[in-house]
């Protein structure tokens, strides 16, 4: 079983910035994919951005020019540096972890943007 657990979230104003990490139970590299989706009030989740195991980024429109995403392989953990941030950046904020067989995801992080 994989777990993920994530740690970051806040409140920040506008403007400011955020790293969020997800640490995975087990290598990143056991994961096709990595990443970050997010759900408002009222909203579906959406994704936010992604990482796959060869090392290839993808991100929502609304985000890219703000928002990057790393890893640390030794630690098995993902970051994504939101920076920039906006109020209608607010959200809950999933870790999401895939192989072949399903998706795993995080427990949740509340981040809140204030105008």
């Known amino acids: 079983q994989v777990r993920l657990v994530e740690s970051g979230g806040g409140l920040v104003q506008a403007g400011g910035s955020l790293r969020l990490s997800c640490a995975a139970s087990v290598s990143i590299f056991a994961l096709n994919n990595m990443g970050w989706y997010r759900q408002a009030p009222g909203k579906q989740r959406e994704l936010v951005a992604s990482l796959t195991a060869g090392g290839i980024t993808t991100s929502t429109d609304s985000v890219k020019g703000r928002f990057t995403i790393s890893r640390d392989n030794a630690k098995n953990t993902v970051y994504p540096q939101m920076n920039s941030l906006k109020p209608e950046d607010t959200a809950v904020y999933y870790c999401?972890?895939?192989?072949?067989?399903?998706?795993?995801w995080g427990q949740g992080t509340q981040v809140t943007v204030s105008s």
């Open positions: 999401n972890g895939q192989d072949i067989l399903r998706d795993y």
